[in-house]
């Protein structure tokens, strides 16, 4: 189920991700695909880094302030 979030990052932090992902290097999605998938997968991502963590820490920071998120993600 895809919900969506209105406003979840602020201004600054939707400002830096933009910034990062616009100048960042990605690579070929196959190099970390398993052998089945490697020939079906077509995509770019960024390479596991530690500039990857601090991303995906600034949008788990936002998720965790979201009184919706939360409430979506509360075990039933």
């Given at each position: 189920?895809?919900?969506?979030i ?23 999605g ?28 600034i949008?788990l920071?936002?998720l ?9 993600a509360?075990?039933?």
């Amino acid at each position: 189920m895809a919900v969506r979030i209105p406003n979840l990052l602020t201004a600054e932090e939707l400002a830096h991700l933009t910034h990062c992902l616009a100048t960042a290097d990605f690579i070929d999605g196959k190099l970390t695909a398993g052998w089945h998938a490697r020939s079906v997968k077509q995509n770019q991502q960024l390479p596991q880094a530690a500039s990857t963590d601090a991303l995906k820490g600034i949008i788990l920071t936002a998720l965790d302030r979201s009184p919706l998120f939360q409430a979506i993600a509360a075990p039933a």
